[in-house]
Structure formats: structure tokens, C-alpha cells
């Protein structure tokens, strides 16, 4: 008989040694039980225990799970058989919003609302050209740090495609004739100031949400967001279900 077990691969931010280091992470959901497996070691890491506090629910791709004490960053799927049972669940990715569309940004966060993402963090920050010199070519740092950008954690079903698809082709221009209602063809000018940059890939989102939205402690760029001639409104809890419904004709 066999036992039914879901894989997935998995990077820890280790402290003591200032690295990230990756597992196979295993959940067996008959019993709820955990192992781990140190990738680049191929030795067992933590051999399989009963573990209460990982649910099936929680494994998706780009989600952070805690695995006693150890807060891990699933980065992708261990084997096919996972991939097919899990494929279509929700999974996070890292969304920017670039300078050159901030001041559309509210237009823009509705977009990724009425696409059925939720978005689970956001910020603004100013980047600097050290903290971001391995994700982009060198023109595009030139440009992403003249100005404030919203980093956001979004989250949906295959997060990670259809945000790719709702943003359009990286040119402006291209995406104005092939996806003539994407976010790159309404906000965007070329191929670099083309509103918006998401992640490509697992792997790439996890390390760029890891970058924006640290899983070690750590928050990260600071927020310095500043807004004047404005003031804060809260939707009550009564109202809340009011929010995301949809104005009939």
C-alpha cells in the first residue's frame, strides 16, 4: 500500500551562517507527519516526525510554513505527483509597481483586486542600486531608482502565470497591440518604463518576495511612503463583505 506523500523544495535563511539553505520538504497528510532532506548535502535533515502545526492548506508556492521554528520559503514542487495533486492552488508572488506608474497605483491595485488577487503585504520604498543589483540590467536600476515603487505580496491560484498575463508583454508597445488590456499596455511608455514587474518563475519569486519580504526576521527595504493632503478611512467589520461586491446596472 502506498502512502500518500506530498514533496516540495523549500530554502531556510540560516542566521548563524548568513545562508539560505534548501530542503526537500515532506508532508505525509495521513498523519500530519514532517520530514526534510538537506539538498545539497543528500542527507537527512530532520528524519519524519508528527507535526500539528503544518496543514495541507498551507502548501502552496510562495507560501512561508514554520516547521519547529524554522520558517521556510516553498519555492517549488519535489516531484511530478505533487505538481499534479497541488498544481492549481494558490500560490504568492512579488508585484512592483515601477515609478513611472505610481501615481496610477490605486488604478492599477484595483486591476489586481478584480483579478482575484488578494494582496497579503505591500509597501513603498525607495530602492537603491545595491540592494537590487542581481534581479535587474543595469538600465532598468537606473531607472527603478529615480523614484518611490509599491512592492506587494499577492496571492490566487497560479499567481504566478496570471500575473505575468495581466501584465502583458515586457514593451509597452507590443502589449498595446497584443494584449490591449493588460497593465503594461494601459500605463506603461516602452520596455523599461513599462509600469510594472513581476517575477517569471518559483524560484524567482521566491527570492525576489525574500528580498522585499524577508522571511528572517527582518522587514526589509524601509517603507517610506508620505502622503499629504489625505487622511485615513476604515471600512468597518460589519462592512467588510461590502467592499469586493460588485455594482449591478
Given at each position: 500500500?502506498?502512502?500518500?506523500?506530498?514533496?516540495?523544495?523549500?530554502?531556510?535563511?540560516?542566521?548563524?551562517?548568513?545562508?539560505?539553505?534548501?530542503?526537500?520538504?515532506?508532508?505525509?497528510p495521513g498523519d500530519g507527519s514532517v520530514e526534510m532532506h538537506d539538498v545539497k548535502n543528500h542527507r537527512t535533515f530532520l528524519k519524519r516526525t508528527k507535526y500539528d502545526n503544518l496543514h495541507l492548506e498551507d502548501l502552496f508556492i510562495g507560501n512561508k510554513v514554520n516547521v519547529f521554528s524554522r520558517q521556510l520559503v516553498l519555492i517549488d514542487y519535489g516531484d511530478q505527483y505533487t505538481a499534479r495533486q497541488l498544481g492549481s492552488r494558490k500560490e504568492k508572488t512579488l508585484a512592483l509597481i515601477k515609478p513611472d506608474a505610481i501615481s496610477k497605483a490605486g488604478e492599477i491595485i484595483e486591476i489586481i483586486n478584480k483579478a482575484g488577487f488578494t494582496i497579503t503585504k505591500l509597501k513603498m520604498m525607495m530602492l537603491s542600486s545595491k540592494l537590487i543589483f542581481y534581479?535587474?540590467?543595469?538600465?532598468?536600476?537606473?531607472?527603478?531608482?529615480?523614484?518611490?515603487?509599491?512592492?506587494?505580496?499577492?496571492?490566487?491560484?497560479?499567481?504566478?502565470?496570471?500575473?505575468?498575463?495581466?501584465?502583458?508583454?515586457?514593451?509597452?508597445?507590443?502589449?498595446?497591440?497584443?494584449?490591449?488590456?493588460?497593465?503594461?499596455?494601459?500605463?506603461?511608455?516602452?520596455?523599461?518604463r513599462n509600469a510594472a514587474h513581476g517575477p517569471d518563475s518559483f524560484?524567482?519569486?521566491?527570492?525576489?518576495?525574500?528580498?522585499?519580504?524577508?522571511?528572517?526576521g527582518g522587514c526589509g527595504p524601509a517603507n517610506t511612503a508620505k502622503f499629504t493632503n489625505c487622511t485615513c478611512c476604515i471600512v468597518k467589520p460589519h462592512a467588510v463583505s461590502e467592499v469586493n461586491r460588485q455594482p449591478t446596472e
Amino acid at each position: 500500500m502506498l502512502i500518500e506523500r506530498f514533496v516540495f523544495i523549500a530554502e531556510w535563511y540560516d542566521p548563524n551562517a548568513s545562508l539560505l539553505r534548501r530542503y526537500e520538504l515532506l508532508f505525509y497528510p495521513g498523519d500530519g507527519s514532517v520530514e526534510m532532506h538537506d539538498v545539497k548535502n543528500h542527507r537527512t535533515f530532520l528524519k519524519r516526525t508528527k507535526y500539528d502545526n503544518l496543514h495541507l492548506e498551507d502548501l502552496f508556492i510562495g507560501n512561508k510554513v514554520n516547521v519547529f521554528s524554522r520558517q521556510l520559503v516553498l519555492i517549488d514542487y519535489g516531484d511530478q505527483y505533487t505538481a499534479r495533486q497541488l498544481g492549481s492552488r494558490k500560490e504568492k508572488t512579488l508585484a512592483l509597481i515601477k515609478p513611472d506608474a505610481i501615481s496610477k497605483a490605486g488604478e492599477i491595485i484595483e486591476i489586481i483586486n478584480k483579478a482575484g488577487f488578494t494582496i497579503t503585504k505591500l509597501k513603498m520604498m525607495m530602492l537603491s542600486s545595491k540592494l537590487i543589483f542581481y534581479l535587474f540590467c543595469s538600465e532598468l536600476i537606473q531607472f527603478i531608482t529615480t523614484g518611490p515603487i509599491i512592492a506587494m505580496e499577492i496571492l490566487r491560484d497560479d499567481a504566478i502565470c496570471e500575473w505575468k498575463r495581466l501584465l502583458g508583454p515586457a514593451n509597452s508597445g507590443v502589449a498595446r497591440t497584443d494584449a490591449s488590456e493588460s497593465i503594461r499596455a494601459l500605463f506603461g511608455t516602452d520596455g523599461i518604463r513599462n509600469a510594472a514587474h513581476g517575477p517569471d518563475s518559483f524560484a524567482s519569486a521566491a527570492r525576489e518576495m525574500e528580498l522585499f519580504f524577508p522571511s528572517s526576521g527582518g522587514c526589509g527595504p524601509a517603507n517610506t511612503a508620505k502622503f499629504t493632503n489625505c487622511t485615513c478611512c476604515i471600512v468597518k467589520p460589519h462592512a467588510v463583505s461590502e467592499v469586493n461586491r460588485q455594482p449591478t446596472e
